[in-house]
């Protein structure tokens, strides 16, 4: 039996003109999130995606993942195509729906028929098809009010499609359709999750990293690069990372600044450099992952001494949630086992035994003012390079 894919996207996202310009986005995303999987016709009609496999030879359980992970996605309907007359419907509901009624046991069929030229209203497709539903499956019983599965039967232009109604996609909106954003990414829990609350919002995430070698290895940037394969595959499969050494403003900090505020220090440094990074690079705003109190450098007060730093928004999506909400989004998509590999991160060598937690900025920056600032950030800079990451792997450049 022929199957194919309805996509439902998000009606907010697509008012007035810019619809087509966001349904472009998706054609054009999904049709490279297709390729692994086979030959496929995405189309667009009645704001649903059509994804048509072309041959037998098409995984539609991988293409029903990867679409999955498109943002801007709300629902996905696998459907069983038919001719658009009741025999076929009827034929296609008593083969198709039966497998999903397993260990169920009321369901109710909803019909819509945008094809008004069908001779069966959608009430009287959906009693016919009820009537198919029983026949096939005996043990099942209708309940209109709460029912365990609905079966759909939609009758729309070119053809009829039964279903057992949608499963959730991945929601938010397009990758693109709302700026750059430069994600300050660390190996540790929050900032990948940052980044994909962020693609999630449409945004694409290019991302910067502090390394601080030899204190910091080899195989802490290569788990922070891998971190960055997965994230990518919710940016559009693919993400540049540059990365920058943070290993001479830590030497300096170490030799003329007071202990305390050195995590303030480094922080000013890193969101200065990122600020630069983001103008050199048209990304519209910084995101980090930071979380309301949970390090000293992440009180209110120890923000409001970072920030200023800063020229572009700094978004920080995990602003307001528990660390077990950022745990579990980052088991869901899929970065926390390497997120709690235990390499060390450039803000962890080095830490302060008495780091400040409500600073005040005029004592920071008489710290601060002990070392020449500009220069130190435009050394950093000179050092930076850039590796390309996608799922499959990243690629170092200079
Ligand atoms: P956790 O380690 O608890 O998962 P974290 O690494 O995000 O969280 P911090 O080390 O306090 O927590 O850093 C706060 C934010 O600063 C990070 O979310 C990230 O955005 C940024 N950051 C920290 N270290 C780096 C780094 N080495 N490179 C780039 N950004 C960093
Ligand atoms: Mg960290």
Redesign the pocket.
């Known amino acids: 039996m022929k199957e194919i894919l309805l996509l439902k996207y998000g009606e907010i996202v697509l008012k007035g003109a810019n619809k087509r310009y966001f349904e472009d986005m998706l054609l054009r995303q999904l049709r490279r999130k297709a390729k692994p999987y086979g030959e496929f016709d995405i189309s667009r009609s009645q704001s649903t995606i059509y994804v048509e496999p072309k041959n037998d030879l098409c995984d539609m359980d991988g293409m029903l993942a990867a679409a999955g992970k498109v943002f801007g996605i709300v629902a996905i309907c696998r459907a069983a195509v038919c001719e658009k007359n009741m025999e076929s419907i009827l034929e296609t509901v008593k083969a198709y729906i039966p497998p999903h009624l397993a260990g169920k046991k009321t369901f109710k069929v909803e019909s819509k028929r945008s094809d008004k030229n069908f001779p069966l209203d959608s009430i009287e497709i959906s009693r016919e098809a009820g009537g198919a539903v029983l026949s096939a499956c005996p043990h099942m019983r209708v309940d209109v009010h709460n029912p365990d599965v609905i079966v759909r039967v939609e009758v729309r232009d070119f053809a009829a499609y039964v279903h057992p109604g949608p499963v959730k996609g991945a929601g938010g909106m397009p990758v693109g359709s709302n700026g750059r954003g430069l994600?300050?990414?660390?190996?540790?829990?929050?900032?990948p999750v940052?980044g994909y609350m962020m693609a999630r919002r449409g945004m694409t995430v290019e991302a910067?990293?502090?390394?601080s070698f030899p204190y910091t290895s080899e195989m802490a940037r290569d788990k922070?690069l891998r971190l960055a394969q997965i994230v990518s595959e919710y940016n559009n499969d693919s993400m540049i990372v540059h990365v920058v050494s943070?290993t001479k403003v830590q030497e300096e900090l170490v030799k003329h600044c007071d202990e305390d505020y050195f995590t303030l220090l480094l922080?000013r440094y890193?969101m200065a450099i990122?600020d630069r990074v983001a103008s050199r690079f048209y990304c519209d705003a910084l995101?980090?992952?930071?979380s309301l109190g949970?390090?000293a450098?992440?009180t209110a007060e120890a923000i409001g001494v970072t920030d200023p730093v800063a020229t572009h928004p700094v978004f920080r999506p995990?602003i307001g949630m528990d660390?077990e909400d950022?745990v579990a989004l980052s088991r869901k998509i899929g970065t926390f086992e390497t997120?709690i590999e235990p390499f060390e991160?450039?803000?962890?060598v080095f830490t302060p035994r008495h780091p400040r937690t409500r600073p005040d900025l005029a004592k920071v920056l008489v710290q601060e003012q002990k070392l020449p600032f500009d220069q130190l950030v435009e050394e950093a800079l000179a050092g930076m390079y850039r590796v390309d990451v996608t799922p499959e792997g990243y690629e170092v450049r200079q």
């Not at 994600?183 to 900032?191: A, E, F, R, V």
């Not at 910067?208 to 390394?211: A, D, L, V």
């Not at 991160?345 to 962890?348: E, V």
């Open positions: 994600l300050l990414l660390s190996g540790g829990i929050d900032s940052a910067i990293h502090f390394e922070v943070l922080r890193m990122a995101v980090t992952g930071e949970q390090v450098s992440q995990c660390k950022i997120s991160d450039c803000c962890t």
